[in-house]
């Protein structure tokens, strides 16, 4: 049930919403030491005080109402539209200490919307330590709102928080109807009729409504051309307007900051992120940095994910032949064996690497490193059609594209959130993981290259090549898809901050938990449907085989293993599974690839991490040895002719293919969502999938 009572908490991009709605609500927002990283609307509720429950809102980070990017827009859609179901009864205002001037002008805007305002003023410790003392009694009476002082961080002023926000809840008729400028007077009295017409709370939301009308979805068409006749009418000049409206607020706060500001001389600590970037933002210290970083990432997945990898392999193994000894032989057993057990160890083995992953992202978001990435590399994606904002999506790209396409949000320019979100897809995601490791594990020799491992250096190539594909693919693009807006790379650079260890190891196990249970969940139903599929045939044909067997196996006693072995292969082959891998392994022959491995191309389509648990069940079912593990079984597999199935070439060729191919549902549905139409998500698997087949192609024919 929706509490009576919502409170939104607004303010500038980093300023500390999200952390303060995480101590507010005990929720797990994902916080990060960058600007954008809230990109849509979250409520959770807050026991205030004994008898006042509110409903907080987290919302994208703004620097204005007036709305430039699709974040900034879920934002002013909440706060301008009066009938909107999140609609604030109060909000809290963020103002970042260190940054007080934009802040406070920030604020002094949301006041003017006619909805009570407490300012929380964060970052108290940073501007300390760049000598800025605030009075908050003055400040607090300058503004005419109350102020807090809160460290969201260490979960610190939250209570003093509370207090006000009930006495306030309590006071509230009174605060209304102050202006802390006088709109009218740079507008004239004609925004009375357009806050008639759209139903508005203040004089300033129509200010605000007159802006970008064009662009306001809750607005209907009639009221559109209501307000552009009233703005033609009275010659409304918008860019003129929003200067002095501006200016005058600076002049105003100029005076309030002057009295409840005191400015000293910085201390040391302040000049370290200055020092920082002297080498990290260097063009080229920085850039060598910056590829030690990524590439200290890589080896690490496979380095340090090695042991308990072995661990968890080695423990399924053992389970699964411990279980194959105390077993009768029955339907039941063979289900639990080789579905449900070969399912879940396809799952389990591969937390490790996702942990190290997400823990790596996390750190480089967390210390403020991420957005040092994006002005680093604004050139190079400028050079490509896209700009240094688009690096967002494409690292986070590496744990998920979902989240990835998500984040384009805070992409200004239409063409280039557009083609960042087109390409987001190309860079591996963690379900690629599973299917790199076993393949790299089967193909390429573990062995050293210098001070380094070869697996983990073609680890990292494929990485790349997802990489640089999808700059050549925004290249391409970016000469198809003509909107000409002017684009530019503003953003701020955030001070560097510890990393929270506690919230990198909260995101480590959450990732890993939404990996097991997501993935898990789909992984299990396919491996148990394949089973079935793989498990039984059309009409008699299993009989048939059985039957053939059995008189083969007693007239050659002798035989027996071998027979079985042979047996259990025909039968796969005459499973439903078989047959429909048969139907379609003419279109893959030429990537080097059999039809089991068609048949998980085909599950793989649901979700990426599919691949292996489908060589699981299909390598299970045909084995008869239950304790070999399923790298051991892969390696053995052989063609009819008896030629290994693994090969560098077929194996090349498949790694490649899952760096290219569009295979997750979740991503198309998303990208439909964030582009409103099925036309982009259809073109993308269509190209990603035309991309895959001919390199895969290539790589066969020039290994093979
Ligand atoms: N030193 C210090 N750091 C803080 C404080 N409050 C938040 N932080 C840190 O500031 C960074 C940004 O915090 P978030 O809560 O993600 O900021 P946000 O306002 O939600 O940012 P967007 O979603 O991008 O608009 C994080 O690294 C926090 O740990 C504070 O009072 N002091
Ligand atoms: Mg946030």
């Known amino acids: 049930m929706r509490a009576s009572f919502t409170i939104a908490l607004v303010g500038n991009p980093n300023s500390g919403k999200s952390s303060l709605f995480n101590s507010l609500t005990g929720l797990n927002q994902r916080v990060g030491n960058f600007p954008g990283v809230t990109v849509d609307k979250k409520t959770g509720s807050c026991r205030i005080s004994d008898s006042l429950t509110a409903n907080i809102l987290d919302l994208p980070g703004t620097y204005s109402l007036y709305p430039k990017s699709a974040d900034e827009q879920v934002t002013c859609e909440v706060l301008l539209n009066r009938e909107h179901k999140d609609r604030p009864d109060m909000i809290i205002a963020i103002a970042d200490a260190s940054n007080l001037r934009r802040n406070l002008l920030f604020c002094s805007q949301i006041m003017d919307l006619g909805i009570p305002v407490i300012i929380g003023l964060t970052m108290n410790d940073i501007a300390r330590s760049k000598g800025i003392e605030v009075d908050v009694e003055e400040l607090e009476r300058m503004m005419g709102v109350p102020v807090v002082k809160i460290n969201p961080r260490r979960n610190k002023g939250i209570s003093q928080l509370k207090k006000v926000v009930a006495d306030m809840r309590l006071a509230a008729p009174a605060i209304h109807g102050r202006e802390f400028i006088d709109i009218k007077s740079h507008t004239g009295p004609w925004l009375d009729d357009v806050q008639e017409i759209c139903k508005l709370e203040s004089r300033y939301s129509a200010l605000q409504v007159a802006c970008s009308y064009m662009d306001l979805s809750f607005l209907n068409a009639a009221q559109r051309i209501q307000i552009g006749a009233l703005a033609d009418q009275v010659g409304f000049h918008k860019a003129k307007v929003q200067a002095e409206e501006v200016m005058e607020r600076y002049r105003k706060i100029g005076t309030i900051m002057d009295k409840a500001v005191a400015e000293t001389s910085p201390l040391k600590q302040s000049m370290m992120t200055d020092r920082l970037d002297k080498i990290l933002l260097h063009p080229v210290w920085g850039n060598i940095v910056l590829l030690v ?3 200290l990432m890589f080896q690490s997945i496979f380095w340090l994910a090695e042991y308990p990898m072995t661990w968890v392999e080695n423990l399924f193994s053992y389970t699964s032949g411990w279980l194959d000894g105390v077993m009768a032989d029955s339907f039941f057993k063979d289900l639990l064996i080789n579905g449900v057990l070969a399912g879940i160890g396809g799952i389990v083995i591969f937390i490790p690497q996702i942990m190290i992953l997400f823990g790596f992202i996390t750190l480089l978001e967390d210390t403020g490193y991420m957005a040092r990435i994006s002005f680093l590399s604004d050139r190079l994606m400028r050079s490509v059609g896209l700009n240094g904002r688009s690096v967002m ?13 998500m984040a384009a949000r805070t992409i200004q ?8 979100i087109m390409v987001t897809p ?5 379900a690629r993981l599973p299917v790199y490791t076993i393949l790299i594990g089967l193909v390429i020799p573990d062995k050293g290259v210098g001070i380094f491992n070869l697996q983990g250096l073609v680890l990292m190539g494929l990485y790349l090549l997802g990489f640089v ?6 290249k391409v693009m970016s000469w198809l898809i003509k909107v000409n807006e002017r684009s530019y790379f503003l953003m701020e650079l955030p001070v560097y901050r510890a990393p929270r260890w506690n ?8 990732k890993a938990k939404i990996f097991v249970v997501d993935a898990g969940k789909v992984i299990m139903i396919i491996s148990l449907v ?10 008699d044909r299993m009989d048939v085989v059985t039957a053939k067997y059995e008189t083969l196996k007693q007239e050659q006693p002798d035989r027996v293993a071998e027979l079985e072995r042979k047996e259990n292969t025909e039968k796969l082959e005459n499973s439903y599974a078989g047959i429909m891998g048969k139907a379609i392994e003419p279109a893959i022959r030429p990537l080097g690839y059999d039809w089991k491995i068609g048949i998980a191309i085909i599950t793989s389509f649901a979700a990426r991490e599919v691949f292996v648990g489908t060589m699981a069940t299909l390598y299970s079912v045909e084995s008869d040895e239950s304790s070999d593990t399923i790298r051991e079984k892969m390696r053995a597999a052989r063609r009819p002719d008896g030629s290994l199935v693994y090969t560098l070439a077929s194996g090349v060729s498949l790694l490649i293919f899952y760096v290219f191919a569009m295979q997750c549902m979740s991503t198309m549905a998303i990208v439909k969502r964030e582009t409103r139409s099925w036309k982009y998500p259809a073109l993308q698997f269509v190209y990603m999938l035309a991309l895959a087949y001919a390199c895969a192609w290539i790589a066969f024919q020039a290994l093979g």
Not at 393 to 405: D, K, R
Not at 413 to 420: A, G, H, W, Y
Not at 530 to 539: D, E, T
Request: overall charge positive; hydrophobic content about 55%.
């Open 293 to 295: 970083v990524l590439f």
């Open 393 to 405: 999506p494409l690292i986070s790209g590496m744990a998920c594209a979902v989240p990835a396409v």
């Open 413 to 420: 320019n239409r063409k280039e959130r557009l083609i960042t």
């Open 426 to 430: 190309l860079m591996s995601c963690s």
């Open 469 to 474: 594909m999808a700059l050549l693919v925004s």
């Open 503 to 510: 919230n990198i190891v909260t995101t480590m196990i959450e």
């Open 530 to 539: 394949l089973w079935v599929l793989a498990s039984f045939g059309p009409g």
